[in-house]
């Protein structure tokens, strides 16, 4: 029987995180069946020949079918409903040329696409929804609550549910949120957890050895937006207090800065700070080299359906995390596997307290191997792959379609 899959996205696969959340399952998703891809690419980035051939001729050796649509930014809703239009009428095309069963839409600009798919031609629908979308568009100062953007995409997320045959959260705690929804009592659907996934083979503990035994702390990624990069900082000066040679280690693009004024005003001395762009392969090859994982995300309301991509991959070389709760299944992890530490509150005295939790930790022999194990356990993109394969073969094949027959 036909299980091939139509797969929208509105992150473009020529981007970083297209290429390890998008590409990456899909690859290995490809190999029971033929995808296609339709992806929403930035000007920019097509135009970037060398980028273009090497993500191409990653998909043409994959069983992938892409087709790439360029990427609307403003003016905002007008851009987006055009790329939606262009997404659903090639959608149409490709679901009747190619008889395809099932569209995976990653988040919810997506999903009107596959919504529609749904109501006209009756294939499957699986809402990945990728994190309360909406919401973060409040939490991030984007949008207002009494605006008619938000009370529009509310109005979506809710027909989404109703309508979709399988809701992938990337939490456990967003399901239980999702689950209080009054328009769901009784239409419940069927909500599979999938969280983020890391190429495990890549995010691996290196050979690396710290000549100099100096206490590495690593700071991966953003500072802006999400993190509270002034509190990670305020904690790196109390692990500092206790071990006054300890280096901060700081990959960033684009921050920089942001970073040495937060620097300045933290009194921190640079001479004790590694501030550093990498690509992916310098990205593994610096996490391999640190000994903790630093990284404080505002816990907003929007951030229980989260999971930071970070937190397996650091998990993934070896290295334990120092981290918050209020987001997602982050805390549980962490705390239940003991790979980390998890601030509960910003309150001067518990972060004191928790940096002796730290040191204790890392003089684990076993620390190492528990936080590989843990990643494997929570995080492998394999499973991630095999979950995906179990959504597309026990729930979505069976049943009639309405589409015209040949």
Not at 36 to 43: A, D, N, P, R
Not at 69 to 91: E, F, S
Request: glycine share 6%; hydrophobic share 40%.
């Amino acid at each position: 029987m036909n299980s091939n899959v139509l797969y929208v996205s509105y992150d473009g696969i020529l981007e970083p995180l297209g290429q390890s959340q998008v590409l990456s399952y899909l690859e290995g998703l490809s190999n029971e069946r033929i995808i296609h891809l339709i992806s929403f690419e930035k000007l920019s980035d097509k135009k970037n020949q060398f980028l273009y051939n090497q993500v191409s001729e990653r998909i043409k050796k994959a069983n992938i079918h892409w087709h790439p649509l360029i990427y609307h930014k403003r003016p905002t809703a007008l851009a987006t409903l055009w790329d939606v239009l262009n997404a659903t009428i090639l959608g149409f095309w490709l679901v009747l040329r190619y008889r395809l069963r099932i569209v995976h839409a990653r988040s919810y600009v997506p999903s009107i696409t596959a919504l529609l798919l749904k109501k006209f031609l009756g294939t499957r629908y699986i809402f990945d929804m990728r994190g309360f979308w909406a919401d973060e568009r409040i939490d991030g100062c984007l949008w207002e609550k009494d605006s008619y953007l938000y009370q529009i995409a509310k109005r979506l997320e809710r027909s989404f549910l109703l309508n979709a045959d399988v809701v992938v959260s990337l939490t456990h705690k967003a399901v239980e949120e999702m689950q209080k929804f009054s328009y769901l009592k009784g239409r419940m659907p069927r909500f599979e957890v999938i969280t983020t996934c890391a190429d495990l083979e890549l995010f691996r503990p290196g050979d690396i050895k710290n000549k100099n035994k100096v206490l590495t702390i690593g700071y991966v990624g953003s500072v802006g937006v999400w993190y509270l990069f002034e509190e990670a900082l305020d904690y790196y000066k109390l692990i500092k207090e206790a071990i006054p040679d300890a280096q901060l280690h700081i990959i960033n693009k684009g921050g920089h800065d942001y970073i040495n004024e937060c620097l300045d005003k933290a009194g921190i001395s640079k001479d004790s700070v590694l501030l550093e762009t990498k690509d992916r392969l310098g990205v593994i090859c610096a996490m391999q080299s640190m000994d903790v994982g630093l990284f404080i995300i505002k816990p907003l309301y929007s951030k229980i359906s989260s999971m930071p991509t970070k937190l397996g991959e650091f998990l993934g070389c070896g290295v334990p995390c120092i981290c918050n709760s209020g987001v997602g299944d982050m805390a549980d992890i962490v705390n239940n596997e003991k790979v980390g530490i998890v601030l509960n509150s910003f309150d001067s005295i518990e972060k004191k307290e928790s940096v002796l939790s730290l040191l204790e930790l890392i003089k684990d022999p076993n620390i190492k191997e528990r936080c590989r194990k843990t990643a494997l356990q929570y995080f492998s993109l394999n499973n991630g792959i095999s979950s995906y394969n179990n959504i597309y073969h026990l729930y979505l094949i069976a049943g009639p379609l309405i589409y015209p027959t040949k």
